[in-house]
C-alpha cells in the first residue's frame, strides 16, 4: 500500500514537524551508534582487538545529511552485522545477502540499519537454527530489505519499538512518497520488508 493510501486509511495525525525531524535524527543516531554493540564491546575480554575503533571513526566522520552510494550503505551494514556478530557469536546466527556490486545509485545514510537492529535487539536468535535473515535486492531504483528473525515471546510486539517508531519518522523525512514499509508476524516468525525507491529527498 502506497504511503498516500496509507494516510487516508490511517485515523493517527501526521506528526507535527518539528517532532517528525526530532524522531528523524534520533533513528539515525542509533543507527550509527548502537548502544548494544557498544555494551557487548565494553563487557568482551578481547574487545581491544576488535575492529569496532575503526567502524566507530567512520561512523562518526560521516556525513548527516549528503547522500552516499548504495555500495557504501551495504558495506557499512555488512561491517556492523561481522562487528555484532564477533561480540555475540554465541547467541546470533545470522544469513544475510546483499548487491554488493557498484551501483551509481545513492541513498540516505544508515537508513537500512533499524529494521536490522530491531531484529538483534528484540528477536530470539541464541541458537543457531533460528538465525536472523537479510536479504537485500535492487530491481532499477527501488531497493528491497526484508528482515526476519525469530519471535521473542518476552517481547509485547516487535513492531512498537522506539527503533520503529523513530525510522518510520525518518523514512517520512528522508522518504515520504517513496517507500513502503510493512510488518507482520506469525507465532514463530516476524518478518520487516522495506521498498524504497532511491533519489533525491524532493522527488
Known amino acids: 500500500m502506497s504511503v498516500f493510501l496509507k494516510r487516508i486509511f490511517n485515523k493517527e495525525k501526521t506528526k507535527p514537524d518539528d517532532l517528525l525531524v526530532a524522531e528523524a535524527r534520533l533513528s539515525l543516531e542509533q543507527s550509527k551508534l548502537d548502544k548494544e554493540l557498544l555494551l557487548a564491546h565494553f563487557k568482551n575480554e578481547q574487545s581491544i582487538f576488535s575492529d569496532l575503533g575503526p567502524y566507530l571513526q567512520d561512523v562518526l566522520q560521516s556525513g548527516d545529511d549528503s547522500r552516499i552510494s548504495l555500495a557504501e550503505e551495504l558495506k557499512n551494514i555488512e561491517r556492523y552485522i561481522g562487528l ?14 546483499f548487491p554488493l556490486e557498484e551501483k551509481v545509485e545513492v541513498i540516505a545514510p544508515f537508513i537500512l ?11 530470539y536468535h541464541v541458537e543457531a537454527k533460528y538465525p536472523v535473515r537479510v536479504r537485500g535486492r535492487l530491481v532499477g531504483k527501488m531497493f528491497s530489505l526484508e528482515v526476519s528473525n525469530r519471535i521473542n515471546h518476552y517481547i509485547t510486539d516487535q513492531r512498537n519499538t522506539d527503533i520503529i517508531q523513530f525510522f518510520r519518522s525518518r523514512l517520512d523525512y528522508e522518504y ?22 532511491l533519489g533525491d529527498r524532493n522527488l
Do not use: C, M, T
Open 84 to 97: 555484532y556478530g564477533h561480540y555475540r557469536k554465541n547467541e546470533i546466527q545470522v544469513l544475510y545477502d
Open 113 to 123: 540499519f533499524p529494521l536490522i537492529q530491531n531484529a538483534f535487539h528484540y528477536g
Open 176 to 197: 515520504p512518497n517513496n517507500y513502503d514499509l510493512i510488518l507482520n508476524s506469525n507465532s514463530n516468525i516476524f518478518k520487516a520488508s522495506l521498498r524504497l525507491e
